[in-house]
């Protein structure tokens, strides 16, 4: 019964992505035969070079070790990652292991086609002792009933200019979203800019209305009822629209920016601010024009409207975010699978891959290794204050939704304004959608 309500759940997730930035390919996959293990893991849009090198090592390294070769695939955007999940649950073939976003780890383990994790397998990866606390605390729904190991962290922050600021006479970023976008009115200068936002990316958007939002006090799911038609959640998309459309403090050729083209711009100088990106960015600015110019610092706290957090607010500064490895209930080669995990989450290869994509280690030992690197700083401090996104198994489908109204907004966005009208009515439907996924998922 729970598989069929995940499922139905599921279907309607690959409607509303349809409607987004179209479906991915299906793919191939159908389980490891003995001699190769398929994983599914996110296309890098900033390192793909990196990534392709990455996968060659990873299977010639698992080969020489076990036998057995990995072979990588790779989703786009949350659309492919749900199409993915939806054909192999119904088709019982796919990918061996998944590398599945911490907000899309609720809607897996709704589906029951992943498998939970008992003391035999915990101990096969090296024990949950080797893994930070914190990155365990989106694996499931509670000790005992876990699906996903943690793989790589990934907490959000916001990048600034140094010496921007200091030209500016602003001596640290604002800790609330009001003053940020002062500051960035006044760094708004000379064919440059006070933010860099990356309006069409996939993945970014809803992370700034979720924030705003759980910091104005609204949790958004509040037990089984939805609440993204509360006003708390209009004037979070009135002001990250509003940041281009009427403060005019966002290039306005972002409309079209993904995360890589927003990390670009930042990196070439041409904005002081960059919020929600995380440790991944400092590969691409340590090797750029504002290398030993930039820092990283938690980004505002403090809700649109407000001076202080209100009395039921939630001091959020990122959401609980990161990777986790699950593997597929189908899989034939169950135990190399978690060799696999075991390995790729192991000391060496976690500091490997930081050093590579600047991904922060689950592992305990390997994050440990990088506790003293001042630069990250604001990185682990925002870790600490991360809060995480409703475990439900409708979560996918409402995040999609709170994409949607970005993505519905972008036209007029273009043209320099935000629709009142038309964002109350988006936000309507996306309080009918995400409420059908609620409903559908007890």
């Not at 708004?188 to 860099?196: E, K, S």
Request: overall charge neutral.
């Amino acid at each position: 019964m729970k598989t069929r309500r995940a499922l139905a759940t599921l279907s309607g997730l690959i409607v509303v992505a349809a409607g987004l930035t179209g479906c991915g390919d299906d793919g191939g996959g159908g389980g490891a035969t003995g001699s190769h293990l398929d994983v599914l893991v996110q296309a890098n849009s900033i390192y793909p070079e990196q990534q392709r090198q990455w996968f060659a090592d990873v299977s010639a390294r698992f080969a020489a070790e076990t036998g057995v070769t990995v072979r990588f695939e790779t989703f786009a955007s949350p659309n492919d990652e749900l199409t993915k999940i939806q054909t192999s649950v119904l088709s019982s073939q796919g990918p061996d292991v998944y590398s599945l976003g911490t907000t899309f780890t609720p809607t897996a383990y709704a589906t029951g086609a992943f498998v939970e994790l008992g003391a035999d397998d915990w101990a096969k990866l090296g024990g949950r002792e080797k893994f930070l606390p914190a990155t365990l605390g989106i694996s499931g729904p509670e000790p005992g009933k876990e699906v996903g190991v943690p793989f790589a962290s990934r907490p959000f922050v916001m990048a600034y200019n140094k010496e921007l600021l200091a030209s500016a006479g602003i001596d640290r970023p604002a800790e609330s979203w009001d003053g940020l976008r002062e500051q960035a009115r006044k760094l708004t200068t000379d064919g440059r800019y006070g933010l860099a936002v990356a309006y069409a990316d996939s993945f970014d958007p809803w992370k700034f209305i979720w924030a705003m939002t759980v910091q104005a006090g609204n949790p958004l799911v509040d037990g089984g009822s939805l609440r993204l038609d509360d006003p708390t959640t209009l004037a979070a998309y009135r002001t990250y629209l509003g940041f281009l459309a009427g403060d005019k403090v966002v290039d306005p050729a972002a409309v079209g920016w993904k995360n890589a083209q927003a990390i670009a711009a930042f990196a070439a100088g041409k904005a002081a601010f960059l919020p929600m990106v995380s440790a991944t960015s400092k590969v691409t600015l340590d090797a750029s024009p504002v290398a030993g110019k930039y820092a990283y610092a938690i980004m505002p706290t403090v809700p649109p409207g407000a001076s202080t957090l209100p009395a039921q607010g939630r001091p959020a500064t990122s959401i609980l975010s990161g990777d986790n490895l699950v593997v597929a209930k189908y899989s034939r080669n169950k135990d190399a699978a978690l060799k696999l995990i075991k390995m790729l989450t192991d000391p060496e290869m976690q500091g490997l891959y930081y050093k590579t994509f600047g991904e922060l280690p689950t592992n305990a030992e390997a994050a440990a290794a990088l506790a003293g690197d001042p630069a990250l700083a604001a990185v682990v401090d925002s870790s600490s204050k991360a809060v995480g996104t409703p475990f439900t198994g409708a979560w996918s489908q409402i995040q999609l939704a709170l994409v949607n109204v970005v993505v519905q907004s972008i036209p007029g966005l273009s043209a320099g304004r935000v629709d009142e009208a038309g964002l109350r009515s988006l936000l309507a439907e996306a309080q009918t959608t995400g409420q059908a996924a609620l409903d559908k998922a007890k």
